[in-house]
């Protein structure tokens, strides 16, 4: 008679490769803020967190790859996603319709559609996860890819009334490009919601220099200066080019 099974262990995340320069300004002036046993140091279950010395951001290095989120990451992150759709209706009580970027199985599109059941909640990842978050009517469109790319810049050009990115821009090579897709995408007027990690730990994307950038855009940020969650009103001037 076999005894009883050990506890299933949760799978070990695989990271990208390690890069030597900012993804926000390009940089090679890179600080170790979280040392000890990261992947470079041979145990690859944490990933350390780096600062630029030129404008601050702060990003996981070697970062986690798109679509390989920990399960006790993902729980941590559904609890955000109440709070940030709560945090949201007070801004956008009754959006017609929504971008989930960087979705995966759309998780935040099935927590936000108890507080805004008559919007219409799209989702675009760069992994074929939408398609079966589509398949199962979590969301109603699916595009698969990123907002740099051509094709969904020009499908999807001032097409939402909210854009969403849940911790997407410490994942991608270009947070910069990525957060002027998610404009372009974003009717004059809408809203930008931009959730960052714990700014205790795991702060990747500064938010004084976020929230610089979005006004440079021709945003106005609605949250603080030093928020996890920034929330940002693309003006009615403000071009999608």
Not at 52 to 58: E, G, K, L, N, Q
Not at 176 to 200: M, T
Request: net charge positive; with cysteine.
């Amino acid at each position: 008679m076999s005894g009883p099974s050990a506890p299933s262990v949760p799978p070990v995340p695989s990271y990208g490769p390690y890069r030597r320069d900012c993804p926000w300004c390009g940089s090679r002036r890179l600080r170790a803020r979280l040392r000890g046993d990261g992947p470079r140091q041979g145990a690859p279950h944490r990933s350390p967190v780096e600062r630029c010395a030129d404008c601050r951001h702060v990003f996981r290095n070697p970062p986690l790859p798109p679509g390989t989120e920990h399960p006790v990451v993902r729980a941590g992150v559904r609890v955000r996603h109440g709070l940030a759709a709560r945090a949201m209706f007070r801004h956008c009580p009754e959006p017609e319709s929504w971008l989930d970027v960087g979705t995966g199985d759309a998780d935040f599109p099935l927590t936000a559609r108890a507080h805004f059941p008559y919007t219409s909640f799209d989702g675009l990842d760069p992994t074929h996860r939408v398609l079966r978050a589509r398949a199962v009517e979590r969301v109603e469109e699916a595009f698969v890819g990123w907002l740099t790319d051509h094709h969904i810049a020009v499908r999807l050009r001032e097409r939402y009334d909210v854009v969403s990115l849940f911790q997407y821009l410490e994942r991608v090579a270009d947070p910069r490009a990525e957060l002027r897709g998610a404009l372009r995408v974003l009717r004059p007027g809408g809203h930008l919601l931009v959730d960052v990690a714990d700014p205790r730990r795991l702060f990747p994307v500064h938010a004084v220099g976020l929230n610089a950038e979005l006004v440079a855009q021709g945003c106005t940020v609605l949250t603080g200066a030093r928020a996890h969650r920034v929330i940002a009103r693309k003006d009615a001037s403000a071009s999608a080019a």
